[in-house]
Protein backbone atom coordinates (compact mmCIF):
# COMPACT_ATOMS: atom_id res chain seq x y z
CA UNK A 1 0.00 0.00 0.00
CA UNK A 2 2.93 2.08 1.36
CA UNK A 3 4.56 1.30 -2.65
CA UNK A 4 1.58 2.57 -4.10
CA UNK A 5 0.97 5.77 -2.59
CA UNK A 6 4.48 6.44 -2.98
CA UNK A 7 4.26 6.08 -6.54
CA UNK A 8 0.60 8.03 -6.56
CA UNK A 9 3.07 10.68 -4.89
CA UNK A 10 5.74 10.53 -7.34
CA UNK A 11 3.37 10.92 -10.00
CA UNK A 12 1.16 14.14 -8.86
CA UNK A 13 5.04 15.25 -8.33
CA UNK A 14 6.35 14.86 -11.73
CA UNK A 15 3.10 15.76 -13.50
CA UNK A 16 3.29 19.28 -11.49
CA UNK A 17 7.09 19.54 -12.31
CA UNK A 18 6.21 19.04 -16.18
CA UNK A 19 3.13 21.21 -15.71
CA UNK A 20 5.15 24.27 -14.21
CA UNK A 21 7.52 23.54 -17.10
CA UNK A 22 4.96 24.01 -19.61
CA UNK A 23 3.68 27.02 -18.08
CA UNK A 24 7.52 28.78 -17.63
CA UNK A 25 8.19 27.94 -21.25
CA UNK A 26 5.05 29.32 -22.63
CA UNK A 27 5.46 32.79 -20.49
CA UNK A 28 8.96 32.47 -21.67
CA UNK A 29 7.48 32.61 -25.36
CA UNK A 30 4.77 35.24 -24.45
CA UNK A 31 6.94 37.81 -22.48
CA UNK A 32 10.12 37.51 -24.88
CA UNK A 33 8.18 36.80 -28.04
CA UNK A 34 11.51 37.17 -30.85
CA UNK A 35 11.62 39.88 -33.20
CA UNK A 36 13.69 38.44 -36.42
CA UNK A 37 15.06 41.72 -37.93
CA UNK A 38 17.40 41.47 -41.13
CA UNK A 39 19.86 43.80 -41.99
CA UNK A 40 23.23 44.34 -44.36
CA UNK A 41 25.60 45.54 -41.62
CA UNK A 42 28.00 46.97 -44.46
CA UNK A 43 25.86 50.81 -44.75
CA UNK A 44 27.81 52.88 -42.13
CA UNK A 45 26.50 54.51 -40.16
CA UNK A 46 23.56 52.75 -40.33
CA UNK A 47 24.66 49.55 -40.10
CA UNK A 48 28.26 48.31 -39.27
CA UNK A 49 29.77 45.26 -37.48
CA UNK A 50 30.95 46.69 -33.89
CA UNK A 51 33.84 45.76 -32.15
CA UNK A 52 32.15 42.93 -30.66
CA UNK A 53 31.16 41.53 -34.14
CA UNK A 54 27.64 42.32 -33.74
CA UNK A 55 25.70 44.32 -35.71
CA UNK A 56 25.86 47.86 -34.54
CA UNK A 57 24.49 51.65 -35.67
CA UNK A 58 21.96 53.62 -35.62
CA UNK A 59 19.36 51.45 -37.71
CA UNK A 60 20.16 48.43 -35.47
CA UNK A 61 19.47 50.64 -31.82
CA UNK A 62 16.47 52.07 -33.63
CA UNK A 63 14.43 48.69 -33.95
CA UNK A 64 16.19 47.38 -30.74
CA UNK A 65 14.02 50.64 -29.09
CA UNK A 66 11.13 49.83 -31.57
CA UNK A 67 11.09 46.08 -30.52
CA UNK A 68 11.25 47.48 -26.77
CA UNK A 69 8.28 49.33 -27.33
CA UNK A 70 6.41 46.09 -28.69
CA UNK A 71 7.69 44.15 -25.61
CA UNK A 72 9.76 41.56 -28.02
CA UNK A 73 13.29 40.55 -27.89
CA UNK A 74 14.97 41.96 -31.09
CA UNK A 75 17.24 39.30 -32.94
CA UNK A 76 19.43 41.10 -36.23
CA UNK A 77 20.20 38.28 -38.75
CA UNK A 78 23.02 39.91 -41.10
CA UNK A 79 22.65 38.96 -44.58
CA UNK A 80 23.11 40.01 -48.12
CA UNK A 81 20.99 43.68 -49.06
CA UNK A 82 19.90 42.00 -52.11
CA UNK A 83 18.08 38.89 -50.24
CA UNK A 84 16.65 40.93 -47.59
CA UNK A 85 13.05 41.48 -49.10
CA UNK A 86 12.73 38.05 -50.46
CA UNK A 87 13.30 37.02 -47.37
CA UNK A 88 10.56 38.70 -45.26
CA UNK A 89 7.82 36.62 -43.76
CA UNK A 90 9.94 33.26 -44.16
CA UNK A 91 13.64 33.63 -42.63
CA UNK A 92 13.24 37.04 -40.95
CA UNK A 93 9.84 38.91 -39.86
CA UNK A 94 11.32 42.27 -40.64
CA UNK A 95 14.34 44.44 -42.55
CA UNK A 96 16.10 47.14 -41.40
CA UNK A 97 19.00 48.26 -43.45
CA UNK A 98 18.88 52.02 -44.72
CA UNK A 99 16.44 50.67 -47.41
CA UNK A 100 14.64 53.01 -49.55
CA UNK A 101 11.16 53.19 -50.10
CA UNK A 102 10.22 51.98 -53.58
CA UNK A 103 7.51 51.07 -55.55
CA UNK A 104 8.60 47.93 -56.96
CA UNK A 105 9.64 46.63 -53.14
CA UNK A 106 6.29 47.76 -52.19
CA UNK A 107 5.04 44.65 -54.77
CA UNK A 108 6.04 42.64 -51.87
CA UNK A 109 6.69 44.34 -48.63
CA UNK A 110 4.86 46.93 -46.92
CA UNK A 111 6.62 49.92 -45.89
CA UNK A 112 6.75 51.47 -42.01
CA UNK A 113 6.13 55.13 -41.58
CA UNK A 114 9.54 57.00 -43.09
CA UNK A 115 12.33 57.59 -40.38
CA UNK A 116 14.91 59.07 -42.85
CA UNK A 117 15.57 60.99 -45.66
CA UNK A 118 18.72 59.93 -47.88
CA UNK A 119 19.83 60.92 -51.25
CA UNK A 120 22.65 59.19 -53.63
CA UNK A 121 25.55 60.79 -53.49
CA UNK A 122 28.66 60.26 -56.22
CA UNK A 123 32.36 59.57 -55.31
CA UNK A 124 34.93 60.14 -57.21
CA UNK A 125 38.66 60.18 -57.18
CA UNK A 126 39.93 63.70 -55.61
CA UNK A 127 40.98 65.15 -58.82
CA UNK A 128 38.05 64.28 -61.14
CA UNK A 129 36.18 66.65 -63.33
CA UNK A 130 32.77 64.65 -62.96
CA UNK A 131 30.39 67.02 -62.06
CA UNK A 132 27.01 66.45 -64.22
CA UNK A 133 24.99 63.60 -64.81
CA UNK A 134 26.09 64.08 -68.86
CA UNK A 135 29.52 63.53 -67.43
CA UNK A 136 28.93 59.67 -66.14
CA UNK A 137 27.46 59.08 -69.13
CA UNK A 138 29.27 56.24 -70.50
CA UNK A 139 31.54 55.46 -67.64
CA UNK A 140 32.26 52.48 -65.61
CA UNK A 141 30.11 53.00 -61.88
CA UNK A 142 30.05 51.07 -58.98
CA UNK A 143 27.31 50.11 -56.91
CA UNK A 144 25.95 47.89 -54.30
CA UNK A 145 24.37 45.37 -55.92
CA UNK A 146 20.32 46.09 -55.19
CA UNK A 147 20.35 49.43 -53.79
CA UNK A 148 18.88 52.61 -55.64
CA UNK A 149 22.58 53.41 -56.68
CA UNK A 150 22.77 50.55 -58.49
CA UNK A 151 19.34 51.55 -60.30
CA UNK A 152 20.47 55.08 -60.64
CA UNK A 153 23.63 53.88 -62.48
CA UNK A 154 21.69 51.89 -64.83
CA UNK A 155 19.75 54.76 -66.17
CA UNK A 156 22.55 56.61 -66.95
CA UNK A 157 23.31 56.27 -71.18
CA UNK A 158 26.23 53.71 -72.21
CA UNK A 159 27.48 53.14 -68.23
CA UNK A 160 29.00 50.15 -67.43
CA UNK A 161 27.62 49.10 -64.23
CA UNK A 162 29.76 46.89 -61.65
CA UNK A 163 28.26 45.59 -58.48
CA UNK A 164 29.43 44.51 -55.35
CA UNK A 165 28.20 42.67 -52.09
CA UNK A 166 30.01 45.28 -49.87
CA UNK A 167 29.82 49.02 -51.08
CA UNK A 168 33.47 49.50 -49.33
CA UNK A 169 34.75 47.03 -52.30
CA UNK A 170 32.91 49.43 -54.46
CA UNK A 171 35.26 52.22 -53.10
CA UNK A 172 38.27 50.34 -52.90
CA UNK A 173 37.75 49.62 -56.60
CA UNK A 174 37.32 53.63 -56.97
CA UNK A 175 40.69 54.07 -55.30
CA UNK A 176 42.40 51.20 -57.88
CA UNK A 177 40.48 52.85 -60.65
CA UNK A 178 38.58 49.78 -61.64
CA UNK A 179 35.49 52.23 -61.66
CA UNK A 180 34.78 55.60 -62.49
CA UNK A 181 32.15 56.43 -60.00
CA UNK A 182 30.58 54.65 -57.03
CA UNK A 183 26.87 56.09 -56.44
CA UNK A 184 25.76 55.28 -52.87
CA UNK A 185 23.79 57.21 -50.23
CA UNK A 186 25.03 60.20 -48.88
CA UNK A 187 25.84 59.31 -45.26
CA UNK A 188 27.61 55.77 -46.12
CA UNK A 189 29.52 57.88 -48.67
CA UNK A 190 30.53 60.60 -46.25
CA UNK A 191 31.58 57.53 -44.02
CA UNK A 192 34.15 55.67 -46.71
CA UNK A 193 35.57 59.40 -47.95
CA UNK A 194 36.59 60.60 -44.44
CA UNK A 195 38.25 57.14 -44.00
CA UNK A 196 39.95 57.83 -47.62
CA UNK A 197 40.48 61.93 -47.76
CA UNK A 198 43.25 61.80 -49.82
CA UNK A 199 41.79 59.72 -52.22
CA UNK A 200 38.22 60.26 -53.13
CA UNK A 201 35.43 62.71 -52.72
CA UNK A 202 31.90 62.89 -52.71
CA UNK A 203 29.41 64.95 -54.64
CA UNK A 204 25.70 65.84 -53.68
CA UNK A 205 23.93 63.93 -55.34
CA UNK A 206 21.51 67.23 -56.25
CA UNK A 207 24.21 68.12 -58.27
CA UNK A 208 23.53 64.74 -60.64
CA UNK A 209 19.29 65.62 -60.16
CA UNK A 210 18.87 62.56 -57.77
CA UNK A 211 15.59 62.85 -55.64
CA UNK A 212 15.62 62.60 -52.08
CA UNK A 213 14.62 59.02 -50.75
CA UNK A 214 12.86 57.60 -47.86
CA UNK A 215 13.72 54.97 -45.51
CA UNK A 216 11.57 52.58 -43.86
CA UNK A 217 11.09 49.56 -42.16
CA UNK A 218 10.29 46.45 -44.62
CA UNK A 219 7.59 44.41 -43.12
CA UNK A 220 5.24 41.24 -44.35
CA UNK A 221 2.44 42.32 -46.91
CA UNK A 222 -0.92 42.81 -45.33
CA UNK A 223 0.15 41.77 -42.08
CA UNK A 224 -0.84 43.49 -38.10
CA UNK A 225 3.21 43.97 -38.18
CA UNK A 226 3.62 47.43 -40.10
CA UNK A 227 0.75 48.84 -37.80
CA UNK A 228 2.59 47.56 -34.77
CA UNK A 229 5.85 49.17 -36.08
CA UNK A 230 4.39 52.50 -36.84
CA UNK A 231 3.12 52.67 -33.28
CA UNK A 232 6.35 52.08 -31.51
CA UNK A 233 8.11 54.50 -34.23
CA UNK A 234 6.16 57.04 -33.58
CA UNK A 235 6.67 55.97 -29.42
CA UNK A 236 9.87 56.22 -30.26
CA UNK A 237 10.17 59.79 -31.93
CA UNK A 238 7.74 61.44 -28.82
CA UNK A 239 9.73 60.28 -26.11
CA UNK A 240 13.31 61.37 -27.39
CA UNK A 241 14.60 58.29 -28.48
CA UNK A 242 14.81 58.73 -32.12
CA UNK A 243 16.45 62.40 -31.52
CA UNK A 244 19.21 61.14 -29.08
CA UNK A 245 19.89 58.13 -31.44
CA UNK A 246 20.31 60.35 -34.87
CA UNK A 247 22.69 62.74 -32.81
CA UNK A 248 24.37 59.35 -31.10
CA UNK A 249 24.98 57.94 -34.40
CA UNK A 250 24.61 60.39 -37.39
CA UNK A 251 25.17 63.51 -35.22
CA UNK A 252 22.96 65.81 -37.11
CA UNK A 253 19.47 67.34 -37.68
N1 LIG B 1 19.06 53.16 -49.68
C1 LIG B 1 19.59 52.25 -50.62
C2 LIG B 1 18.55 51.27 -51.05
O1 LIG B 1 17.55 51.13 -50.41
C3 LIG B 1 20.84 51.52 -50.12
C4 LIG B 1 20.61 50.66 -48.91
C5 LIG B 1 21.82 49.82 -48.49
O2 LIG B 1 22.78 49.66 -49.22
N2 LIG B 1 21.80 49.29 -47.31
O3 LIG B 1 18.69 50.61 -52.05
Redesign the pocket.
Known amino acids: MKKIIAMFLTAVLCMTVLAGCGNDAQKTSQNKEVLIVG ?2 A ?2 PP ?2 YVGDDGQPDGFDIALIKAIGEKMGKEVQVENME ?1 DSLVASIGSKIDLAI ?4 V ?1 PD ?1 AKSVDFSDNYYE ?1 V ?1 YVIVPIDSEIATIADLENKTIGA ?1 L ?6 KAEDIAGTTVTTYNK ?1 VDAVNDLINGRVDAVI ?2 KN ?1 AEVFVSKFPDDVKAIDGAQFEFEP ?1 Y ?1 AIACPKDSELVKEVNKALAEVKEDGTFDALVAEYIGEE
Open positions: TNEFFEFAGMTDRAQQGTTGMFAIDPEY
